[in-house]
């Protein structure tokens, strides 16, 4: 184990970090007091001394392997995360360093889970720090660490392909460089796009940007304390409703359009499994929801829709309390909360190809129950997928739901309800934020134990890292160099 390159990526990522609050501290200055603004000075040069010195850390060579990428993403989540709760409690806007850390590694994983339960108290240094972190986190830190920063060295590839989503990560031009550059040149573009119809909408320049960052980045932290809702604005409603199903996209798509190539886009089938779930899942929720809880059609499906793209897509912003909808919606929504939206998007959960991959392979062994001997390759945009990647897909999957159920298990040691710890459990590891019952959209994840906090951040981590990568840390194996 190369553990030099290793401190050398995790110290480069840290001083990146203190850069990136800058723009908080100067926000702090702007609207708050000099507390704020000193809590923001404190946490940037702590954080900014700590990277340095950890650069220090002689290295033997430059060569970033497999096992060093998965320690460099792994081990670097967990610091920034660390060093990223400092501004609340520095500030004093979260006391408690469990919750600071809950809500700080909420942000970066962009779940959007939160313990705060009066939002709009809190300073405007600290809400842009909180939206920020979702914004940094949905492209991944460390891809913008590469975008930034010179090359670490010869295996850039390794962190690209540790911290990108998905059960393949490719590379959309030959240099990782090139291709972190583009991907957030897109992501930004994506972002001034939305704030300036935010604006249009009548919604102000701090909150268009902040609710921008988090339906971008997928994360859906909100500047009030009932979320989108607060707005009732049936065109502010749609633009985030279309933006959270962009955002959801694989970015890569949009790089071939750009390129002239949108044919290969609008034949992807991904993308078209992923639209065709979210409009099956609204036409039903609204069929369900029409008459009982809205009067009228439009107002059903303005809602189902948001709710629907929100799930998927892992934002977790939304319109209404659905947590008092038809038992058939609900239902569909919990379902929701597994899905997730197209790998190489900044969306979480189990991913649409990694489910439209598992329909057909399912398909297969039942067509080989009648041809036992014959030969059906599983094909997704007309390439057959290795033996390699289903087995791969097909092991994420069980480990997903093996991992909810021991989050579920673990959380219901607290006394709560079956519903409360599954939803929890699927949310958290599923980055998507508000669940069911005590953890629904009208409530927040404070009445958890330190305990249950601590647990729930390992699996936003497990899940925003895809598992395999954190799980592999635990072995003392990997840190021998014998994995």
Avoid at 29 to 55: M, N, P, R, W
Avoid at 94 to 106: N, P, R
Avoid at 406 to 426: D, F, P, Q
Wanted: glycine share 10%; with cysteine; aromatic share 14%.
């Amino acid at each position: 184990m190369n553990y030099g390159i290793i401190a050398k990526a995790i110290g480069s990522l840290l001083i990146v970090e203190a850069v990136l609050m800058l723009p908080p501290f100067f926000i702090a200055g702007y609207y708050d007091g000099q507390h704020e603004v000193k809590a923001f000075a404190l946490s940037i040069i702590l954080t900014a001394v700590a990277g340095f010195l950890i650069t220090r850390v002689p290295k033997r060579s430059s060569n970033i392997r497999i096992r060093e990428g998965i320690a460099i993403v792994s081990l670097g989540w967990i610091l920034v995360s660390f060093f990223g709760s400092l501004p609340f409690i520095f500030s004093g806007s979260i006391l408690s360093f469990a919750d600071a850390f809950f809500e700080t590694v909420s942000g970066f994983t962009t779940t959007g889970a939160t313990v705060v339960a009066d939002i709009e108290s809190l300073p405007y240094g600290i809400l842009f720090w909180r939206s920020f972190t979702i914004w940094i986190g949905g492209m991944g830190i460390l891809v913008l660490t590469l975008a930034v920063l010179p090359a670490m060295g010869v295996g850039d590839y390794q962190i690209f392909k540790a911290e990108t989503p998905g059960p393949i990560a490719g590379k959309i031009v030959p240099r990782i460089k090139d291709t972190a550059k583009i991907l957030y040149i897109i992501y930004l573009g994506i972002t001034v796009i939305e704030i300036i119809l935010l604006v249009i909408g009548g919604m102000n320049l701090f909150d268009s940007t902040l609710h921008a960052f988090s339906t971008v980045g997928t994360g859906g932290f909100s500047t009030k304390n009932t979320s989108i809702s607060f707005y009732n604005n049936t065109y502010i409603y749609m633009v985030i409703s279309i933006f959270m199903l962009i955002s959801g996209v694989n970015f890569s798509l949009y790089y071939a359009t750009l390129k002239g190539r949108w044919r290969e886009a609008l034949k992807n089938e991904e993308l078209w499994f992923y639209l065709g779930v979210v409009t099956v899942c609204t036409v039903l929720i609204a069929w369900s929801i029409n008459g009982s809880i809205y009067k009228n059609i439009g107002e059903s499906i303005k809602h189902s829709l948001f709710q629907v793209s929100s799930i998927i897509t892992t934002t977790g912003y939304t319109t209404a309390d659905y947590d008092t909808w038809t038992p058939f919606s609900k239902a569909i929504l919990f379902m929701l909360l597994f899905f997730g939206p197209c790998a190489g998007s900044t969306g979480g959960a189990i991913k649409s190809i990694r489910v439209l991959a598992l329909i057909k392979l399912i398909k297969r062994e039942v067509n080989k129950v009648l041809h036992p001997r014959a030969v059906i390759p599983v094909k997704i945009n007309k390439s057959a997928l290795s033996q390699e990647t289903l087995s791969g897909i097909s092991s994420f999957f069980i480990l997903y739901i093996f991992i909810f159920i021991l989050g579920t298990l673990a959380l219901t040691i607290e006394g709560k309800s079956l519903v409360t710890a599954a939803s929890a459990a699927a949310a958290t590891i599923g980055n998507i934020g508000p669940g069911f019952e005590l953890v629904g959209p009208s409530r927040n994840f404070a009445d958890f134990s330190d305990f249950g906090k601590y647990l729930m951040c390992g699996l936003m981590l497990m899940g925003r890292l895809e598992l395999f990568r954190v799980i592999v840390m635990f072995s003392p194996r990997f840190w021998r160099g014998e994995l």
